[in-house]
């Protein structure tokens, strides 16, 4: 267990809806980064936020937006959702010294 | 920027015999590496780092690397596969904003 928490685990939807998906750091952990893992794309990260700023950007598409909370909670929506959003979201944490662990994800399916 | 190649995509070893996972990176400095493994519907769990202080790195579960700056490789091995070890293996740089960057991954089959 590597102390990131993800909900909901699960999650089936319908394009065009809006969903949102929660991530809780290890304890102590400023920073938060989100994944996307398709078996087109493989794994590519999305964004950072260090203690409730945003850090990174990577392949983040524009319908897709985050936030980190002052209790450094995160959370990951997805707008306007398409079939090819369909994809495990991961979320990780990490503290000073870059090492990321990872909460066991959430399986999105787009109907 | 960086990036990382992983060799082969799909590795079969009997149980009990050595495992090989290749991994090149490409990094304008020293990186800092990482293997992570994945199983069947879980999320990814770290194995073990490179971080620039000693060349072979040892991780959890038997398993080690060693970083070689003059073949730009850092390989996963482990001496005797066991069953459990099934799973797929992701070789990772980071870079300067600590954006991990992913190796496509090497799934690893366990014959017994």
């Known amino acids: 267990d590597s102390g990131v928490t993800q909900t909901p685990k699960h999650l089936i939807t319908a394009t065009g809806q809006r969903v949102t998906l929660r991530c809780s750091p290890r304890s102590g952990d400023l920073s938060v980064y989100w994944y996307q893992q398709s078996l087109d794309q493989g794994l590519q990260f999305l964004i950072q936020y260090y203690n409730g700023e945003e850090r990174a950007k990577g392949n983040i598409l524009e319908r897709f937006s985050a936030q980190q909370f002052p209790d450094l909670h995160s959370e990951l929506n997805l707008s306007s959702l398409e079939l090819g959003d369909s994809a495990l979201y991961f979320c990780?944490?990490?503290?000073?010294?870059?090492?990321?662990?990872f909460g066991p994800g959430t399986r999105l399916t787009v109907l | 920027a960086q990036s990382v190649t992983q060799l082969d995509s799909h590795v079969s070893v009997s149980e009990g015999t050595p495992v090989l996972l290749r991994c090149n990176y490409s990094?304008?400095?020293?990186?800092?590496l990482f293997w992570y493994v994945q199983h069947p519907n879980k999320g990814l769990q770290l194995l073990l780092k490179?971080?620039?202080?000693?060349?072979l790195v040892k991780g959890i579960n038997g398993f080690e690397a060693e970083f070689k700056k003059s073949e730009t490789s850092f390989h996963l091995t482990k001496p005797s596969a066991h069953m459990s070890d099934a799973a797929e293996y992701f070789c990772v740089v980071i870079g300067s904003n600590y954006k991990l960057t992913f190796g496509k991954g090497t799934l690893l089959t366990v014959n017994p």
């Open positions: 990780a944490s990490s503290a000073i010294e870059n090492t990321q662990y």
């Open positions: 990094s304008s400095y020293s990186p800092s």
């Open positions: 490179y971080t620039s202080a000693a060349t």
